[in-house]
């Protein structure tokens, strides 16, 4: 029970910290935010703080895989029939609804630094299923690594262009323009184009 208890604790003080950061980012600028600035918001001491981060670079870090993990939940691969489905519309509902906390981390100064990392994850998942997809098939044209390289930078750009416009259209819109500008030439890629148009 004591460590569930104290995991528990660390989990509520990591959240803490990182909900502080998130609204002094709406009124501050990135670099110009200190750890007495977060720590007072949060109303923790700072060896709490370090406790837990090095710096306020590891605590967005943190938050911000936090977030890769729920958008890349919200992404959803089908691989029936050898053909590849990939739904993108639950990633933009999920960034519709939780929007201040996307904007912030999108419009942020912080946001070099998180965009490696996302990319990074995402790129790896679509790897793993094409990988899967392709198995025992020959290599396509383009390695899978470039090309899932490629659909996670332009997903990013669309999520990111989406919230900087404050959300013009629907998720539903969004996934329909993220089809016709990668899945189309993905699956042919791929070598599944008899199966695009059951």
């Known amino acids: 029970m004591a460590p569930q208890r104290q995991d528990r604790r660390s989990q509520r003080t990591q959240q803490t910290l990182m909900d502080a950061l998130v609204a002094m980012l709406a009124i501050k600028h990135y670099d110009e935010i200190s750890i007495n600035d977060i720590v007072d918001r949060a109303n923790v001491g700072r060896s709490t703080f370090y406790a837990h981060y090095q710096d306020k670079d590891d605590l967005l870090k943190s938050g911000f895989e936090r977030v890769l993990d729920m958008l890349i939940h919200h992404i959803s691969f089908g691989e029936a029939d050898q053909d590849l489905q990939l739904d993108t519309t639950q990633l933009f509902r999920h960034a519709q609804g939780h929007y201040e906390l ?86 042919n890629i791929l070598g599944l184009t008899e199966t695009m148009d059951k």
């Open 102 to 187: 996307y904007r912030t981390l999108v419009w942020g100064a912080g946001f070099e630094l998180l965009a490696k990392d996302g990319h990074a994850a995402l790129s790896a998942k679509f790897q793993e299923s094409f990988t899967r997809l392709l198995s025992g098939k020959p290599e396509p044209s383009i390695p899978l690594a470039v090309l899932s390289y490629s659909m996670a930078g332009t997903l990013l750009i669309l999520l990111k262009w989406w919230l900087d416009n404050k959300m013009p259209c629907s998720p539903e819109r969004m996934d329909e323009i993220f089809q016709q500008l990668v899945m189309s030439s993905t699956r």
